[in-house]
């Protein structure tokens, strides 16, 4: 859905803030970097300080600067990243489906958005690291029934294929700006793309990952 800038653009530059919040370890950091097309690393260091990546998505001939912020998912840190929540208006919360610990702490994440920004950001919850379904502990249906419960989108995620967290944020993105609802998680996209797994090819995935979206 992200489209090519070109000259006849009506470029609308606003610098909007998104941040991705969780527990540590998620991955959030390396859906941030494929996502702005930097190759994917099995090993990234845990974010050790909150950083600031820029992604252009063009909706409707306007092109919009989206500021996402990585921010640090260790408890010691907390209080800090419920500072650097401030003035964001879209908000991703990740766990990891191979690790139930993160997924159950989510209603902390969840509260600190309400406490520091009640209402006014668009929020989404993804389940990420979708490739390694087979090390799965937080099954689809359990991600979405919790979605649902807080009446938020949801959808499920690997950096190694970033497509579906780029069309994601465009979502996200395009709630923003209409003031839509609700977002669709019926649709293909979020009917859950889990990367199957060729066991004769060496376990590589059979979807193309693709280097930048």
């Not at 989510?106 to 668009?122: A, Q, S, T, Y």
Request: net charge neutral; glycine share 6%; with cysteine.
């Amino acid at each position: 859905m992200n489209k090519i800038e070109d000259e006849n653009d009506d470029t609308e530059d606003d610098g909007i803030k998104a941040i991705l919040v969780g527990e540590t370890a998620t991955g959030k950091t390396s859906l941030i970097n494929t996502a702005i097309g930097l190759e994917f690393k099995e090993k990234v260091e845990s974010t050790q300080a909150s950083t600031i990546m820029e992604k252009k998505i063009v909706i409707n001939n306007k092109t919009y600067t989206i500021n996402m912020w990585d921010t640090i998912g260790q408890e010691k840190y907390r209080a800090v990243t419920k500072i650097f929540m401030k003035d964001a208006r879209i908000v991703i919360v990740v766990y990891d489906i191979t690790r139930s610990e993160t997924f159950e702490e989510l209603d902390f994440w969840f509260n600190n958005i309400k406490e520091v920004l009640g209402d006014k950001p668009v929020v989404g919850l993804i389940g990420n690291k979708s490739d390694l379904y087979e090390e799965e502990q937080v099954t689809e249906e359990t991600g979405k029934e919790y979605a649902n419960k807080k009446g938020v989108p949801f959808a499920l995620t690997t950096a190694k294929v970033p497509a579906n967290f780029c069309h994601f944020l465009e979502l996200l993105l395009e709630k923003y700006l209409n003031k839509l609802p609700y977002l669709d998680t019926n649709s293909d996209l979020f009917k859950g793309n889990k990367a199957k797994l060729d066991k004769k090819k060496g376990g590589k995935s059979q979807q193309k990952a693709k280097k930048f979206c």
